[in-house]
């Protein structure tokens, strides 16, 4: 049976790395933008997780064809107004630091406001033309510091609920079992299993 193959379109190693985790399967092919020689950003200009993956989907559909997919991922604090939101890898400049991110959401937290919060990651894939969206969440708190070294992002400050650590201390294998990511991910591999049957 022929693996289905499926460019991601990221640029960001922890991501590749994360999804090829939760996505490992041996009839899934899955690519990198730099395997496929893919050189330069994509521009993220939409104001919503919706907008900014399918932006990233159509950029690489339109320049390479054949079936890719993207993702989004913003941490949405409650008292914040959904903040970072959207802008959640450039939340404190344009450099995308998650340390200086991290410690602006702390710093706007540290006034006793609520620390309730969620992640939520929007997969969006183009097969054969057609475009899909797929949503993954998880809710937790902010914590009052950064705690743990594993992860990347928001990891070290944020506590899903059921747990009393962070997504930077539980590590990866149990991360993956519950995270947002993984919900979207699995959206995405259900809708991709019937067609390996065709191939």
Known sequence: MKPIDLIFA???DHKSKEVAQILDQDWLHIKSLKAVG?????AETGTTL???ALIKARAVYNKLGGNVFSEDTGLEVI???MAPGVYTARYAGPERDAQLNMSKVLSELSAGKARTARFRTIVALIWEGKELLFEGLVNGQIASGMMGNQGFGYDPIFIPYGYDKTFAQ???QEKNA????YRAMMGLKKFLAPKRKKR
């Open 10 to 12: 990221t640029g960001n």
């Open 38 to 42: 893919w050189v330069g950003d994509i």
């Open 50 to 52: 919706e907008e900014n």
């Open 79 to 81: 008292s914040l107004g």
């Open 170 to 172: 539980i590590g990866d």
């Open 178 to 181: 519950i995270s947002h990511r």
